[in-house]
């Protein structure tokens, strides 16, 4: 069983929608938690960074923490078709920035349809 | 401000070659990252350097090795290319040695025949 676990979708949405990706994790020292977007031909960009359990909100995206249940969500609000690509949960149980102690999940590959 | 640039982009290969990668980080970023990616493994870390010198290095042979110049570009290695070694090499740069925020460059797709 990996560390990380993320649905590889596809997931495929119509504009507008509500989109929830999620990645669950067996390491309960984990604390530090990021979703990357990644575009096709690209390389990932930080979308979220939160530390421990909780809520955080920026623009049409908002991270949650479940601490207790080990998952970690990524929600999109109105979503655009630029909104199409593949979103990667990293975690780590060290400060952000310690690169070797980051565990990657697979990444969930989304199509937002006009 | 210009990317993370990485050259080549796309590289084919035979087994038991060698390869180099080439990584230019943002300006006046100093720690540069490298990062394996395949669809059954997903993001692994390779290596990081930092004022040239190796900081951190991941779960991968000595075939795989890296460096890094007084201009904080930065190279990696492959020697005897396996099949197994065929993915999207990424690199990623941040300002300084433990940053939060890292930013990646399109990669180099290597393919080994």
């Known amino acids: 069983q990996k560390e990380v676990e993320q649905d590889p979708g596809p997931l495929s949405v119509p504009e507008g929608a509500i989109v929830s990706l999620n990645c669950t994790y067996s390491?309960?020292?984990?604390?530090?938690f990021m979703w990357y977007r990644q575009y096709s031909r690209k390389g990932p960009e930080l979308l979220m960074y939160?530390?421990s359990s909780g809520n955080k909100e920026d623009g049409r995206f908002t991270a949650q923490v479940d601490k207790s249940s080990k998952y970690i969500s990524l929600f999109i609000r109105d979503s655009q078709p630029s909104d199409s690509a593949t979103y990667l949960c990293?975690?780590?149980?060290?400060?952000?920035?310690?690169?070797?102690?980051?565990?990657w999940g697979l990444g969930t590959s989304l199509a937002v349809n006009p | 401000k210009a990317g993370v640039t990485q050259t080549p982009r796309y590289l084919i290969k035979t087994r038991g070659q060698q390869v180099t990668l080439s990584c230019s980080p943002i300006?006046?970023?100093?720690?540069v990252s490298w990062y394996q990616q395949t669809p059954g493994q997903g993001l692994q870390f390779l290596f990081e350097?930092?004022?040239?010198?190796?900081?951190n290095k991941g779960n991968f042979p000595g075939r795989f090795s890296g460096r890094q110049f007084s201009n904080s570009r930065s190279e990696m290695n492959v020697s005897t290319l396996e099949l197994g070694d065929s993915a999207l090499y990424l690199c990623?740069?941040?300002?300084?040695?433990?940053?939060?925020?890292?930013?990646f460059g399109p990669g180099t797709r290597l393919l080994v025949l």
């Open positions: 990623a740069s941040s300002l300084s040695e433990g940053a939060e925020t890292q930013y």
């Open positions: 300006s006046g970023h100093r720690s």
């Open positions: 350097y930092f004022s040239e010198t190796q900081r």
């Open positions: 390491n309960s020292a984990f604390q530090y």
């Open positions: 939160t530390y």
């Open positions: 990293a975690m780590s149980a060290a400060p952000g920035g310690n690169n070797r102690k980051l565990i």
